[in-house]
């Protein structure tokens, strides 16, 4: 079975930084792409950023263009979220996501087929 974990969620001050990352196991992820998402209360679930193991490819959410960086270390199966000058408007739970048939500039969240638990995010000012 296909197993994502999150970790490094928490508390953060406003215009701090935070690092997610994802670990995946239970087969290869070569072709796979993984994304985050993120949910705040009473809204819905919207795409931040994703990657793509085959060709590195990435996308960005406009909200988060230009303080934040996926990442990826083949050799773990791990992806990282880098997001720094957060905002109170980016609290929420962040999840990670994968899926092999999806493209990286998909924005739906119901086009990736495996999910981690997610893990809270929380900015303060």
């Known amino acids: 079975q296909v197993q994502l974990v999150e970790s490094g969620g928490g508390l953060v001050q406003s215009w701090g930084s935070l690092r997610l990352s994802c670990a995946a196991s239970?087969?290869?992820?070569?072709?796979?792409?993984m994304g985050w998402f993120r949910q705040a209360p009473g809204k819905e679930r919207e795409i931040v950023s994703a990657i793509s193991w085959s060709c590195s490819a990435t996308y960005y959410a406009d909200f988060v263009t230009g303080r934040s960086t996926i990442s990826r270390v083949d050799s773990k199966n791990t992806v990282y979220l880098q997001m720094n000058s957060q905002k109170a408007e980016d609290t929420a739970v962040y999840y990670c996501?994968?899926?092999?048939?999806?493209?990286?500039?998909?924005?739906?969240?119901?086009?990736?087929?495996?999910w981690g638990q997610g893990t809270q995010v929380t900015v303060y000012s």
């Open positions: 996501a994968a899926d092999q048939t999806v493209v990286a500039s998909n924005r739906t969240p119901s086009a990736y087929a495996y």
């Open positions: 239970g087969r290869t992820f070569s072709s796979y792409v």
